[in-house]
């Protein structure tokens, strides 16, 4: 097995940055310190690439349609199926107890 990484307080400072650094939105000095500590923490690195790739699909998230609001039948149905559904729970809850927890 490799080595573990543990965290050290950069990795924590540069996750405490990390979307201000990746809007560009800190200070060349700041960005430069973060660089430098992405460059040889591969952690890091993973990392400051998941998060673009996510900020990246946000940005460019534009839904065709947004959906209609369910009709008030349908949350009827949905709150009745709640219901049989914790009171299935519950028996089966009931159902699983030994004579001594009475």
């Known amino acids: 097995m490799g080595n573990r990484h543990q965290h050290s307080e950069a ?3 540069v996750f405490a ?3 201000r650094y990746i809007d560009l939105d800190l200070p060349p000095e700041t960005c ?3 660089e430098a500590h992405i460059a040889g923490c591969e952690p890091c ?3 400051t690439e998941s998060l673009r790739k ?3 699909l946000c940005r460019n998230y534009a839904p065709e349609e947004l959906p209609d609001p369910i009709s008030q039948e349908a949350r009827k149905r949905l709150a009745r199926a709640y219901e049989r559904l914790l009171a299935a729970r519950k028996a089966d809850a009931a159902s699983r107890r030994s004579p001594s927890d009475l």
């Open 11 to 13: 990795c924590a400072e």
């Open 54 to 56: 996510t900020v990246e």
């Open 32 to 34: 430069r310190e973060i």
């Open 45 to 47: 690195v993973e990392f």
């Open 17 to 19: 940055q990390l979307s």
